[in-house]
C-alpha cells in the first residue's frame, strides 16, 4: 500500500511554514505543533502574528515576513535554520488568487499575482536549498491548486501562476532526486479556507461580453464560499502523512472534486490526442 511506511519517523522535525495566518498554512502549522514538531512560519501583519503566538506560544516561531522580497526571504530561513534548528520540510503556501478574464486583468494585477505566487515560493525555494543539499536530506511542500491542472474562466493568470509552479516544482524534484530531497505538488479542490475572503483579489476592470463565462464562474465562486466540502484540519493531516512517508508522491489531489475535475481533464485530453495523432505524426522527417 502507498500510504505504508511512515514508521520511524524522526520526532521534533522543523517546518518552515509560509502564509500561516489562515488556510492550509495556519491548519498544518497547527496540526505540526501539536504533534511535537517545531514550526516557524510567516505572516504578513503583526496582528496575524501576535494571534498566533497567543495559541502556541512554544511550538511555533512567528516572523514577519513579504514573500516578494527576496533578502527579507533569504534572512529569514537562515534565522530559521540557526535560530530553530535544521529545516526539514519546508511548506510554500503564502498567496492569493486573482478573480478576472485574462483580458481583463491589468499587467499591473498580473505581475502582483506571480510576485507572489511563482517569485515568492521560488526565493523560498533557492534560500532553503543550500541548507537542505548539504544534508543530503529534506521535504519540499508546494500548495498548488487543482486550478494548476486544469484552467477555469475567470482563473486565467490565477491558473497560470499555479501552472508554472507546477513546471517548476516537476522539474526540480528531478534535479533534486539524488540529493535525498522529495518534492510535493498539493493539488486541493474547494476547501473552506479564506480563499474566498482576503486571499482572493478581483480585477478592477470587467468586460460586459465576458459576464457568461468569467462573470458566471465569478458568481459560483461567491456562492460556494463557505459550502465546500473540504475540511482543512483533515487536509494538514494528510500533508502531514505525506511529509512523514519515505516515498511521497510528486502530485497528492486533496478532495473528491479536485479528483473528479482532473480525471475528466485527462480523459478528454487522451481522447483528442488520439483524435489528432496522425497530423501529430506527420510533422517527423520522412524515412531516409
Known amino acids: 500500500m502507498q500510504q505504508e511506511s511512515t514508521r520511524g519517523r524522526p520526532t521534533g522535525q522543523h517546518w518552515f511554514i509560509t502564509g500561516i495566518s489562515s488556510g492550509f498554512g495556519l491548519a498544518v502549522a497547527e496540526a505540526a505543533a501539536l504533534r511535537g514538531d517545531r514550526v516557524t512560519g510567516t505572516v504578513r501583519t503583526e496582528q496575524a502574528r501576535a494571534a498566533i503566538l497567543r495559541r502556541f506560544p512554544a511550538r511555533i516561531a512567528v516572523n514577519l515576513l513579504d514573500v516578494t522580497d527576496e533578502a527579507a ?66 521535504r519540499i511542500i508546494n500548495i498548488s491548486s487543482v486550478s494548476g491542472l486544469v484552467g477555469w474562466a475567470g482563473l486565467g493568470i490565477y491558473s497560470g501562476s499555479k501552472f508554472a509552479l507546477e513546471g517548476i516544482s516537476e522539474t526540480l524534484a528531478q534535479e533534486v532526486a539524488s540529493l535525498g530531497i522529495h518534492v510535493t505538488l498539493i493539488e486541493p479542490g474547494g476547501f473552506r479556507t479564506d480563499f474566498a475572503g482576503r486571499s482572493r483579489a478581483v480585477s478592477v476592470r470587467k468586460i460586459e461580453d465576458y459576464n457568461a463565462s468569467v462573470g458566471a464562474n465569478r458568481r459560483i465562486l461567491q456562492q460556494h464560499a463557505g459550502h465546500e466540502r473540504g475540511d482543512p484540519a483533515r487536509a494538514a493531516q494528510a500533508i502531514l502523512a505525506i511529509a512523514d512517508h519515505a516515498r511521497p508522491p510528486l502530485r497528492l489531489m486533496l478532495g473528491e472534486d479536485a479528483l473528479g475535475y482532473f480525471e475528466r481533464k485527462f480523459q478528454q485530453q487522451a481522447a483528442e490526442i488520439e483524435a489528432w495523432k496522425a497530423l501529430t505524426l506527420s510533422t517527423d522527417f520522412g524515412p531516409g
Open 73 to 138: 526571504v533569504r534572512g529569514a530561513v537562515a534565522a530559521a535554520e540557526s535560530g530553530n534548528g535544521p529545516i526539514d520540510i519546508v511548506v510554500n503556501n503564502a498567496g492569493y488568487g486573482l478573480v478576472a478574464g485574462v483580458e481583463e486583468a491589468s499587467l499591473a494585477e498580473i505581475r502582483a499575482q506571480f510576485e507572489v505566487n511563482v517569485f515568492g515560493a521560488v526565493a523560498v525555494l533557492q534560500s532553503v536549498l543550500p541548507f537542505m543539499r548539504a544534508r543530503r536530506a529534506g
